[in-house]
């Protein structure tokens, strides 16, 4: 759209209304750091479904004009909007943060059209996609920018000189770089440059598309088939404090149960009870943790969501209780789908009620999957939501204490969803064209809600597609990944751009899910996956099993050691999720989150930060006997040896099977548990703390690791201190019944044991 001259500005609070010769739009300064601008090309105000509350903080704006333009000022930010509605964001001391491109589109097509038709007769992947779009967006390149974030894509952590297309697609091939869609969509991402750093997160659910600087190294492009412009910048000191603001307004993941960051085992599929019982058996036998078991599609009665096939389970509820006294907790698949058949009361009171979704003739809209042909419960709907969440709490009433939802793309196995199928929409029909990127977030939602009333437990809830905001009701996994060495490389960055994008609880199935694995590259993954967030090995019904005793001794010992290392690591990880509830950090962070300024960390993808203190640097390749770590500045203890490197510069680090290289900031405290068989196994009274360098503080979270009392106060908040060879513990905030009786200080290679009192009194660290 071609806005033309700027006629007027009317500035009401926050709040700018602009009238140009060809349309109108709007900016709105949410905070002082945060800008929102808007046209209203299909709705006249705001139609979000990840900012789902409208917040603005209070915030004075101060307008001038000058020829051609007005200029927004708060504190922090001077917002120049010129003819054409063209938008540019300075600093207050006048550094220019990010312009609007002033020039045209300018791409030159690589082949014609019959090329195109020629490769794909061979059978070759092309795209004749149409690259314009009925809104476009194009930011001036300023030359130095690295871009992170854009949720689940491949490639490498920056994704300058990359495009991508947010459409929730389950592509169960090979995910390499090259893919533009996998299974969420979330347009959002960071720009850092030498001087400055700012997100934009483009709230538009149709189909949309990102040009990093491929298609021209002047600009980046944004586009989308259909919606509103709609789009908010999040300045800030640091990358931190961008991604702060924008989950700020899309919210940030809930505190999860502690078991849940435990170790977790899974397979498509565990198709009976007594193939549940032996693999627990097998588990605690080999004394490898775990606290998950999972129970995929076999578990149903002939794939019918809701239902059990009770010859391979004859008594579910038995078989969840007495794994729970072995400590499994069990966690069930729920697909969205629901079979077309008589008789079969899920199905009828669906089509009954009119919950599934319409054809654009108004009848049901059918497709296969698993269960064969089948009907799409239409989430958009309240009743909808309601129904099937009610549905959910009965699986839970079962026993059940994790729901694993999936294939909710939507995926189809008879074509593709029309894009004119109708949705609901509370009451405001529209197409799956505008609510496919959607469905997973509200499959969601309805979930979460039906949790929340039929349990008082913390939800555990797994996602594979979803949009921006979904960390609200749900964490994710990477989908249906394969055991390639590629894959496990990939999933560094993926994961690590998915923290950077407000979804910070992720993992990939470790050992991946598709093809066979072999024994080094479970060992690998496996130490790879016990710094996942979400740790959980996974595979396919067509695959090898692999669970860690199926390839011999050394790599049962090497899965064994690092999942007991995970155990010990829980608390540290337990504040770190406590943290992210706050504030929407992640947990597994890239490198360029902590050390933002050093050049050298803005393009590694295989070195990840677990919090701000633990460093890891894997092996990712098949026989890697060596790799080079690169060290940030500062200093750093190899957890493995406790010897010191000096930081700024590469190591080399040998990599047997047994050792994905891990270090330690300097002036760190991490606190450690015991190793347990699973979480809740023994109530832990004694806290060790790993300490290094001269001086350090934490803060430490503790709480029944259960419920949501510790919203309402019920937890104990620790602030641990060492300096000058003194440690002291402090008791910020004590709302939680058990404290520790004692504590176990790992000093610097020195090992103290001290009682709460003396802990709090002060205990002088002998050198």
Not at 169 to 198: G, W
Not at 400 to 414: A, K, Q, V
Not at 559 to 571: D, E, F, S, V
Not at 640 to 648: A, C, I, L, N, P
Request: charged share 25%.
């Amino acid at each position: 759209m071609k806005f033309g001259k700027l006629k007027s500005c009317r500035l009401r609070g926050q709040i700018a209304a602009l009238e140009f010769e060809n349309g109108e739009g709007k900016i709105e300064l949410i905070s002082p750091w945060i800008v929102n601008v808007f046209c209203g090309f299909e709705t006249s105000n705001h139609h979000s479904y990840s900012i789902e509350e409208h917040r603005m903080w209070n915030t004075e704006i101060r307008a001038r004009e000058f020829d051609g333009g007005v200029e927004l000022c708060t504190d922090h930010l001077r917002v120049q909007v010129c003819d054409g509605f063209k938008v540019d964001v300075y600093s207050a001391d006048g550094r220019l943060l990010c312009a609007d491109y002033r020039g045209e589109r300018s791409y030159e097509p690589t082949v014609n059209h019959a090329d195109l038709i020629l490769a794909a007769q061979e059978g070759h992947e092309v795209s004749l996609v149409d690259k314009n779009h009925k809104i476009e967006i194009l930011k001036a390149m300023q030359g130095d920018e690295c871009f992170y974030g854009f949720g689940d894509k491949t490639g490498s952590l920056n994704k300058r000189g990359c495009e991508y297309e947010m459409w929730n697609t389950n592509n169960p091939a090979p995910q390499m770089e090259n893919v533009k869609s996998l299974y969420k969509s979330v347009p959002f991402f960071i720009t850092l440059r030498e001087d400055c750093v700012f997100g934009l997160f483009f709230d538009n659910h149709y189909k949309t598309y990102f040009d990093m600087g491929k298609e021209n190294a002047s600009y980046y492009y944004i586009g989308a088939d259909d919606g509103n412009l709609d789009y908010y910048m999040f300045f800030g000191e640091n990358m931190s404090q961008v991604l702060e603001g924008y989950c700020s307004l899309t919210g940030t993941h809930e505190l999860p149960p502690l078991w849940a960051l435990g170790y977790h085992q899974s397979r498509w599929s565990y198709e009976s009870e007594s193939r549940m019982r032996e693999t627990a058996a097998r588990l605690r036998m080999l004394g490898i943790p775990c606290d998950a078991l999972y129970l995929d599609i076999d578990f149903m009665e002939r794939f019918k969501v809701f239902t059990w096939d009770r010859e391979k389970f004859p008594q579910p509820e038995k078989m969840i209780a007495d794994l729970k006294k072995q400590g499994f907790k069990t966690v069930a698949i729920l697909d969205p789908a629901v079979k077309k058949e008589e008789g079969y009361p899920v199905y009828e009171e669906g089509a009954e009620n009119g919950y599934f979704l319409k054809d654009k003739n108004g009848e049901i809209y059918y497709n296969k999957v698993w269960a064969g042909v089948s009907a799409y419960p239409d989430f958009s709907k309240k009743s909808v939501r309601d129904w099937w969440g009610d549905r959910e709490g009965e699986m839970l009433d079962q026993g059940l204490e994790g729901i694993l939802m999936d294939m909710n793309e939507p995926s189809t196995f008879d074509g593709l969803m029309p894009l004119d199928v109708v949705f609901d929409n509370d009451g405001s029909p529209t197409s799956h064209k505008e609510m496919h990127n959607l469905y997973g977030n509200l499959m969601g939602k309805a979930v979460r809600e039906g949790w929340s009333r039929a349990s008082t437990k913390r939800p555990f809830i797994v996602t594979r597609a979803c949009f921006a905001g979904m960390q609200k009701y749900s964490m994710s996994w990477t989908g249906d990944n394969h055991s390639i060495w590629v894959m496990l490389r990939e999933s560094v960055a993926q994961i690590c751009s998915m923290g950077l994008s407000g979804m910070g609880f992720t993992g990939a199935d470790v050992g991946g899910y598709g093809s066979d694995c072999s024994g080094e590259l479970l060992a690998r993954w496996t130490q790879l996956g016990a710094f996942y967030p979400y740790f959980r090995n996974h595979s396919s019904r067509p695959t090898r099993f692999q669970e860690p005793w199926r390839f011999g001794e050394e790599v049962l010992d090497v899965c064994r050691k690092y999942i007991r290392l995970r155990y010990r690591l829980l608390p540290y990880l337990y504040d770190l999720f406590w943290q992210m509830e706050r504030t929407g950090l992640p947990v597994m962070r890239p490198l360029v989150l902590e050390y933002e300024r050093d050049p050298r960390v803005r393009e590694i993808s295989d070195q990840f930060m677990i919090g701000p203190s633990l460093m890891a640097a894997p092996a990712l390749a098949k026989g890697m006997e060596y790799r080079a770590v690169y060290l940030p500045e500062g200093r750093w203890m190899d957890y493995w040896k406790e010897t010191w490197e000096k930081g700024g510069e590469y190591v080399l680090r040998e990599t047997p099977l047994d050792c994905c290289p891990l270090y330690v900031r300097e002036n760190s405290i991490i606190p450690m548990y015991p190793v347990q068989n699973y979480v809740g196994e023994t109530e832990i009274r004694e806290l060790t703390l790993l300490i290094t360098g001269r001086e350090a503080s934490y803060i430490h979270f503790q709480d029944n690791g259960e419920d949501m009392a510790y919203r309402k106060g019920e937890y104990n908040e620790y602030l641990f201190e060492y300096r000058d060879r003194v440690f002291q513990v402090s008791l910020r905030h004590g709302g939680y019944e058990r404290v520790y009786d004692s504590y176990r200080l790992l000093v610097n290679g020195k090992e103290y044991k001290i009682s709460r009192r003396l802990a709090e009194a002060g205990f002088a660290c002998m050198p």
